[in-house]
């Protein structure tokens, strides 16, 4: 255990955690040349394609330090956006230490400060290391004087480096093993081992990923899970060097994974124990805290045939990522699907993608929104996040919006775009203050429902990508709520519904009946696209039908044969209009979601 260390690299976006990852995998041997490519770690299609790390990845890494011992580091990669940061508090309850990035050009951003508090929060011994000093804008002094006065840690002991060209890769690693402490546990104690993620591999069934606290397993023990008693037979243990690598046994401190069989996905719980069924550890691990969901949107398959694949691939994808939470739903457009709950849009938009790759299914989504609290006549009070569960408006008293707490930083000259921004966004400037000369933090207070929607990138087009965005939930708020409807030829389709501030519903309606104008198919008859907000319509478009000209064939004559031939065409269509069903494709739902900017 002397010769293990434990650590994950947490920084803002963009600011080299997976270059660096590199880096060390590079240094450590494990992969040729040949078969070794740029953001190895990133092992999802989408992650190569945005340039984002969306899953923390776990690698073992053999390093010779100074003094000339073999150590093993264990390094767990972890995304940088907001909506993954329950991926990154994971990971470092596997962790004895943390290296901070920092990128020289950009300074301390607003999540390398929540990944800092969530590091703090672990006890976790925390590696300060300024990242690009080969960029020509690089100011290392200026990010030292952040590191001081943001982070309060030492200045004189982060490390500059460059992970693009492998500057100071051997001093930050001999400083992990210098700095981190060694995994503390008895190998020789009851086995106690943490679940913190898993995948599943249609051979082999599900494979746990665990960092044991204390004790050994071996392929052959019978394990049991302590959050449902279910037990299952070790087939084989090992580590994570890019493949897996077959170990003969695991011990205290070490990270690795565990394939035994089991078949049942749902048996498999993050932040659950595991511990042997004959030798038992007296109490379990404290798992990890319930990921919130604060986006809300149901998914349904455009075939209602593909509903059992649909549930099926949610129950694999919920093994890999913890954070995602859903119900059974219906909709009498739809048919049959599933209300998600997520930790934002960004969260939203790669389940998504996840769901149509991964598992070959074509999903329509309804438009997201926000958890509303209720007060009704009769003294409940109700929570919704779904429209069609919306009450009658004359049985609600008062209704509460979730509020959050935003902290922005940019540099100066962008401060009048991002106050106006969010002043029309309902927002209310709570403060602000210089961090340096020239970058500010402004905290505005926030309805989340405002933010869900276009909001990270507005403000990334308004500060030219050099904004940067946390937030966190602080409580409920009144608010004036309607739920706006979509009526397609007089009929409403529930899937396109939406619970909107009431100042916001006619543009929102507005908005959303020139989107679907755009959307769906003419027809022979006229077809009426409307917003209404219960019996009151606010906004309309009109579709114009295909016009055959009846006429062509009259040339001169009586004026009257004319309209006679018009009014048996309008009778026909009256007719055609009566038994017409409108067929709306799948990128109308898809449109009523994008922003006018888009």
Known sequence: MKKLRNFSIIAHIDHGKSTLSDRFIQRANIISERDFHDQILDTMDIEKERGITIKSQTVCLPYTAEDGEEYYLNLIDTPGHVDFSYEVSRA?????????????????????????????????????????????????????????????????????????????????????????????????????????????????????????????????????????????????????????????????????????????????????????????????????????????????????????????????????????????????????????????????????????????????????????????????????????????????????????????????????????????RRGINKNYQYLTSNRLEMIFELPLSEVIFDFYDRLKTITQGYGSFDYEIIGYRETRVVKLDILINGERVDALSQLVHEDRAVERGRTACDKLKDEIPRQMYKIAIQGAIGGKIVSRSTISPFRKDVTAKCYGGDVSRKRKLLEKQKKGKKRMKMVGKVMIPQSAFLSVLKSDSD
């Open 92 to 424: 470092l309850a596997s962790c004895e230490g943390a290296v901070l990035l920092i990128d020289a050009s950009q300074g301390v951003e607003a999540q390398t400060l929540a990944n800092l508090y969530l590091a703090l929060e672990h006890d976790l011994e925390i590696i300060p290391v300024i990242n690009k000093i080969d960029l020509p804008s690089a100011e290392i002094e200026r990010v030292k004087g952040q590191i001081e006065e943001d982070l309060g840690l030492d200045p004189e002991t982060a490390i500059p480096a460059s992970a693009k060209d492998g500057t100071g890769v051997d001093e930050i690693l001999n400083a992990i093993i210098k700095l981190i402490p060694p995994p503390k546990g008895d190998p020789d104690a009851p086995l106690k081992a943490l679940i913190f993620d898993s995948s599943y591999d249609s051979f082999r069934g599900t494979i746990v990923h665990f960092r044991i606290f204390d004790g050994k397993v071996k392929p052959g023990d019978v394990i049991r899970f302590m959050y449902n008693d279910a037990t299952y037979k070790v087939e084989e243990v090992g580590v994570f060097q890019i493949g897996r690598i077959v170990r003969p046994e695991l011990a205290a401190g070490d990270v690795g994974y565990m394939i035994a069989g089991i078949k049942t996905v749902s048996d498999t719980r993050c932040g659950d124990t595991i511990t042997l069924k004959n030798n038992p550890c007296d109490k379990a691990t404290p798992g990890f805290k319930e990921a919130k969901p604060v986006v809300f949107s149901s998914i349904y398959p455009v075939a209602s045939d593909g509903y059992e694949d649909l549930t099926v691939a949610l129950e694999k994808l919920k093994l890999n990522d913890a954070s995602l939470i859903y119900e059974k739903d219906s909709s009498i457009a739809l048919g049959f699907g599933f209300r998600c709950g997520f930790l934002g849009l960004l969260h939203l938009e790669v389940v998504q993608e996840r769901l149509e790759r991964e598992y070959d299914l074509s999903l329509i989504l309804t438009a997201p929104s926000v958890r509303y609290e209720l007060d009704l006549n009769d003294g409940t009070s109700v929570v919704i996040d779904n429209p069609s569960l919306y009450p009658d408006p004359s049985n609600i008293i008062r209704a509460r919006e979730p509020f959050i707490r935003a902290a922005v930083i940019v540099p100066d000259r962008y401060m009048g775009g991002v106050m106006k921004l969010c002043m029309d």
